[in-house]
């Protein structure tokens, strides 16, 4: 397929032959999608597909926000199935009532199948034990990186959030807390953050450290300065407490892997920090982006792009701070605890005396 310019809708009715070209621009748009759907293994928001277009050459970049609003309308009418975008879990309804369709006898089989296999999901020790030095956390800014980088977080036992902003309190306080457990062990908290290459996204470690030193008195926990800094706060081992790493977006991951750059810089409120009326445009932090990177950003979504080199930029992220000899030291222990439960569980089975219900 090859790059076309999305026709805009103009204000008031479309003529004939507007219409015409913009919904045929809309079905080349869903048959691309349909496609590529199944080479994608996360889940994917209205705006990780305008990224996963502009970077098949389907559209252009200054298309991303018309292909944003056509794949929802699309979603609406059925032309898209509904749920091919990422669902924001902090929305989604709980104790929805589920049914066990099937016979009795079905069930009870499932149920035996799943207990002779059951040990496979038994977990005695923390992954985290067994590491000597850092104990890790990560946030992302946008829905589309979480969903990106799971099976990384997943294979190494870290926690994942969706930061929206910073805004939630309660993700902040589970965090901490986790934080805190990690320095009472001894060990130096790391949050890896990951959001867009722009003004504020550059800036965002320093309000990542302040947003928790908010709530340092309700949790019991001050995450310390940085490292180095006079107000640091060390560990009795002379540690740090907590180690802020903001791995992405950097400048020449966006340049190697040719993500997208936006000429603008309208923050997430609508405000362009690039129009000389705005009083932000003046400040020191803005003015040496503008001279270093010029009127320009590029929107942690554009990832999406570059699947596998993201999530090795994430996991490169994580080695820097995992001791591999403790990953391997921990799944030998988990297996053979897991071994004994499967041996055990096997030889309760063959004690029990099984009656068939013959109604």
Same mark, same amino acid.
């Given at each position: 397929? =090859? =790059?076309?310019?999305?026709?805009?809708?103009?204000?008031?009715?479309?003529?004939?032959?507007?219409?015409?070209? %913009?919904?045929?621009?809309?079905?080349?748009?869903?048959?691309?999608?349909?496609?590529?759907?199944?080479?994608?293994?996360?889940?994917?928001?209205?705006?990780?597909?305008?990224?996963?277009?502009?970077?098949?050459?389907?559209?252009?970049?200054?298309?991303?926000?018309?292909?944003?609003?056509?794949?929802?309308? /699309?979603?609406?009418?059925?032309?898209?199935?509904?749920?091919? /975008?990422?669902?924001?879990?902090?929305?989604?309804?709980?104790?929805?009532? @589920?049914?066990?369709?099937?016979?009795?006898?079905?069930?009870?089989?499932?149920?035996?199948?799943?207990?002779? @296999?059951?040990?496979?999901? %038994?977990?005695?020790?923390?992954?985290?034990?067994?590491?000597?030095?850092?104990?890790?956390?990560?946030?992302?800014?946008?829905?589309?990186?979480?969903?990106?980088?799971?099976?990384?977080?997943?294979?190494?036992?870290?926690?994942?959030?969706?930061?929206?902003?910073?805004?939630?309190?309660?993700?902040?306080?589970?965090?901490?807390?986790?934080?805190?457990?990690?320095?009472?062990?001894?060990? =130096?908290?790391?949050?890896?953050? /990951?959001?867009?290459?722009?003004?504020?996204?550059?800036?965002?470690?320093?309000?990542?450290?302040?947003?928790?030193?908010?709530?340092?008195?309700?949790?019991?926990?001050?995450?310390?300065?940085?490292?180095?800094?006079?107000?640091?706060?060390?560990?009795?081992?002379?540690?740090?407490?907590?180690?802020?790493?903001?791995?992405?977006?950097? %400048?020449?991951?966006?340049?190697?892997?040719?993500?997208?750059?936006?000429?603008?810089?309208? =923050?997430?409120?609508?405000?362009?920090?690039?129009?000389?009326?705005?009083?932000?445009?003046?400040?020191?932090?803005?003015?040496?982006?503008?001279?270093? %990177?010029?009127?320009?950003?590029?929107?942690?979504?554009?990832?999406?792009?570059?699947?596998?080199?993201?999530?090795?930029?994430?996991?490169?992220?994580?080695? &820097?701070?995992?001791?591999?000899?403790?990953?391997?030291?921990?799944?030998? /222990?988990?297996?053979?605890?897991?071994? &004994?439960?499967?041996?055990?569980?096997?030889?309760?089975?063959?004690?029990?005396?099984?009656?068939?219900?013959?109604?």
């Amino acid at each position: 397929m =090859t =790059t076309f310019r999305f026709p805009k809708r103009r204000p008031g009715r479309p003529s004939r032959e507007d219409a015409a070209e %913009y919904d045929a621009a809309v079905e080349h748009l869903v048959a691309a999608i349909l496609e590529m759907r199944s080479s994608v293994d996360f889940d994917v928001s209205a705006r990780g597909w305008g990224y996963l277009l502009e970077g098949d050459n389907i559209i252009d970049k200054g298309d991303l926000d018309a292909a944003e609003a056509a794949i929802n309308d /699309c979603r609406k009418d059925g032309r898209l199935p509904f749920d091919i /975008c990422a669902v924001d879990q902090s929305r989604a309804f709980e104790c929805v009532e @589920e049914i066990d369709y099937g016979t009795y006898q079905d069930h009870a089989a499932r149920i035996a199948q799943q207990a002779l @296999e059951a040990h496979s999901y %038994y977990h005695p020790y923390s992954f985290w034990w067994f590491q000597p030095k850092y104990y890790l956390q990560s946030v992302v800014e946008k829905i589309d990186l979480k969903s990106l980088f799971n099976p990384v977080s997943a294979k190494y036992h870290l926690p994942i959030a969706n930061g929206k902003g910073w805004s939630d309190m309660n993700m902040r306080a589970a965090m901490m807390r986790r934080f805190q457990k990690a320095n009472e062990n001894g060990k =130096t908290g790391v949050l890896l953050y /990951c959001g867009d290459f722009d003004v504020v996204g550059l800036q965002i470690p320093e309000h990542l450290r302040d947003n928790m030193r908010d709530l340092s008195k309700a949790i019991g926990w001050d995450p310390g300065g940085e490292p180095g800094a006079k107000d640091e706060g060390l560990l009795p081992n002379g540690q740090p407490k907590l180690i802020i790493d903001r791995f992405g977006l950097i %400048y020449d991951f966006i340049e190697a892997n040719g993500l997208t750059w936006i000429d603008n810089l309208i =923050t997430g409120s609508g405000r362009d920090l690039a129009d000389p009326r705005n009083p932000d445009h003046w400040k020191a932090p803005v003015q040496a982006y503008i001279k270093k %990177y010029g009127v320009r950003k590029v929107e942690a979504n554009a990832l999406v792009k570059r699947p596998e080199e993201g999530r090795a930029l994430y996991e490169q992220a994580i080695l &820097k701070y995992v001791d591999e000899e403790a990953i391997e030291h921990f799944r030998e /222990c988990t297996e053979m605890q897991r071994r &004994k439960v499967e041996n055990l569980v096997r030889k309760l089975m063959s004690e029990v005396k099984w009656e068939a219900d013959e109604e």
